[in-house]
């Protein structure tokens, strides 16, 4: 694919992703958020985002598990960026197979009509290739629009396995002019899936150094209350990311404090666990934080554990490391890519208790300088992402072009 600079004018692009957040999901898929949002700071883009949410009948406001998506707005405008929240029917589990097409159908008569209203689209920007990119991609087909995926996770690692999914998402890579994966790994198992090498390429997250950097840490230990080694946990609370593990591996470490932020199905459990190992004292589970809050947490923190069996390219362990924080993660995926020196922390082969303990005694034993783990982490702004971007935007709908001149 050639190479193409930024435009003369900016590229109106349709960002389609459920992976978003909402002031009802704040912190949800902000990860996809701050990627386009240094985009769109970039002037090369004028975005419009696209977030399809499954519908929940009447009253779901009243229930915990629907609360979150009753109360997302039908429209919103984030970050100067203007948000639809489509509405799709989907059956849990029994409608996975064809999740893609009712996503398509909730989405097409909104493009339909903004394309009727005078809106021009130049490209059609997806995120997470199923079942949001595959919508995408039938997009793609009816609008006639050119097509970048990104792949960030478990979309290929997980969902691509099953036999249903892996044909949409082979269908939707064959119908994508540029792929985009979060990490080596993932890029991967694009071409294990058929893509042509030349169409993938690798652009990382990045992380904000401005939000997240090194503050008063005697101010904020204080203030939370905390003596001795500490230890963060930021995830959801699902089994992938591995919380159990750790609770279990505090068993270990006596005199450590583990603090817990985020919410999930398994946090009774996790509570639960916490109780019988005779660990409530050491254990705090603080919620969902918002994201802007998070840098006190990660200062306060003497390290930070993250213990997921699979991950494309966890945000936390950068933010945490641009707070000069040090991490131990599970050597899964991506995150080898990301802690990739010593400064930066330790890596556990093994997913167990045992070793995440091991691994936590021996980085405490001898810490890196905080300030070297800052260094290392200002490798990772966001700017080389968002000029890769760029020039692969450039380069597809410059191919595109050549594409409609050739037609008969």
């Excluded at 254990?283 to 003497?302: K, S």
């Excluded at 034993?365 to 968002?386: D, N």
Aim: aromatic residues 8%; glycine residues 8%.
């Amino acid at each position: 694919m050639s190479r193409a600079g930024p435009p003369p004018e900016p590229w109106r692009t349709l960002v389609v992703s459920g992976l978003y957040p909402s002031r009802a999901r704040p912190t949800f898929g902000v990860f996809v958020e701050n990627r386009l949002r240094h985009l769109a700071a970039s002037g090369a883009v004028v975005p419009w985002v696209l977030a399809p949410l499954p519908w929940c009948p009447p009253g779901g406001a009243g229930r915990p598990a629907w609360r979150p998506l009753a109360l997302t707005p039908a429209f919103e405008r984030r970050h100067g960026i203007p948000v639809d929240y489509p509405r799709y029917l989907h059956l849990p589990r029994l409608g996975v197979p064809i999740q893609p097409w009712t996503i398509y159908r909730a989405l097409a008569p909104r493009l339909a009509r903004a394309l009727r209203d005078g809106a021009r689209i130049d490209l059609i920007d997806a995120h997470y290739v199923y079942p949001d990119g595959v919508a995408a991609a039938l997009l793609a087909r009816r609008f006639d629009l050119p097509l970048v995926l990104t792949a960030r996770g478990s979309d290929l690692n997980q969902i691509a396995r099953e036999l249903v999914p892996r044909r949409w998402i082979r269908w939707a890579i064959g119908r994508a002019q540029g792929l985009v994966a979060v990490c080596a790994a993932l890029a991967r198992v694009f071409e294990e899936l058929g893509a042509d090498p030349g169409r993938v390429r690798v652009l990382r997250n990045g992380v904000d150094l401005e939000l997240f950097r090194p503050l008063d840490r005697t101010r904020l230990r204080a203030a939370f209350g905390l003596a001795g080694p500490v230890l963060l946990t930021v995830a959801q609370l699902v089994e992938r990311k591995g919380v159990h593990l750790v609770i279990d591996a505090l068993a270990e470490l006596p005199g450590h404090t583990l603090l817990i932020a985020g919410d999930g199905p398994e946090r009774a459990a996790l509570g639960e666990r916490a109780r019988r190992l005779g660990l409530e004292g050491r254990v705090r589970f603080l919620g969902e934080i918002p994201h802007e809050r998070l840098a006190d947490l990660y200062n306060a923190a003497d390290c930070l554990v993250l213990a997921s069996s699979r991950e494309g390219w966890a945000n936390v362990l950068l933010e945490a490391m641009a707070c000069g924080t040090p991490v131990v993660a599970t050597a899964v995926w991506g995150t080898p890519e990301v802690v990739a020196a010593p400064e930066a922390g330790r890596l556990v082969a093994e997913r167990s208790a045992p070793a995440l303990a091991a691994a936590i005694r021996d980085l405490l034993a001898a810490p890196p300088p905080r300030a070297a783990t800052r260094a290392y982490a200002e490798r990772f702004g966001w700017e080389p992402t968002t000029a890769g971007q760029i020039e692969l935007f450039g380069a597809v709908l410059a191919e595109w072009a050549d594409k409609r001149r050739a037609r008969p």
